[in-house]
């Protein structure tokens, strides 16, 4: 998964007349923003989304996980995901990203769920996917590991939506 540098990281200036942003609520808005006092210009600051698959290997039915090698949450566990690109659909976002972190390639996407992390701003889609060959660990991974569905390293996740997915995941098996 990509590196969030920080969780809300903007610029303070207008990206379109460089005036320094302020905050206030525009008209017909309900919440504050940050806005350009001189052209009008509202800074929104939207969630952006992540996307992951947790990889099936047939026929044990292990699933694939690897060990973060960056910051946040260095040494913990994960399935492969990271940021979409403008360009690419959610689908292809996960299988790139399950290459680049795990070199494994899969087939057969199917959705486990969304999840929501408001802190620092991140909307997670899950897909669930078979894998179609052997992996190895990619440049932002410590190491890869197979496991079965009943060892799955719960104390050593990542993120809360880590922790959730895979609770799905395992609950409609
Ligand atoms: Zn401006």
């Given at each position: 998964?990509?590196?969030i540098s920080h969780p809300h990281s903007f610029s303070r200036y207008c990206m379109h007349c460089g005036q320094r942003l302020t905050t206030a609520t525009p008209e017909g808005d309900f919440k504050r923003r940050l806005v350009c006092l001189d052209c009008g210009f509202v800074h929104y600051i939207n969630p952006r989304p992540v996307a992951g698959i947790i990889p099936v290997r047939e026929p044990d039915g292990h699933i694939l996980l690897v060990r973060r090698a960056i910051e946040p949450q260095a040494g913990q566990w994960v399935f492969p995901g990271g940021f979409m690109?403008?360009?690419?659909?959610?689908?292809?976002?996960?299988?790139?990203?399950?290459?680049e972190e795990a070199n494994l390639a899969v087939r057969d996407l199917s959705l486990v769920g969304v999840y929501t992390r408001p802190g620092p701003g991140v909307v997670v889609i899950v897909y669930e996917a078979i894998a179609?060959?052997?992996?190895?660990?990619?440049h932002e991974s410590l190491e890869v590991g197979w496991f079965p569905p009943h060892s799955i390293p719960w104390d050593e996740l990542a993120f809360d939506s880590t922790i959730a997915a895979l609770k799905d995941w395992a609950a409609r098996r």
């Open positions: 998964m990509s590196t690109d403008v360009g690419e659909t959610a689908e292809e976002a996960a299988v790139r990203e399950t290459m179609v060959s052997d992996a190895s660990a990619g």
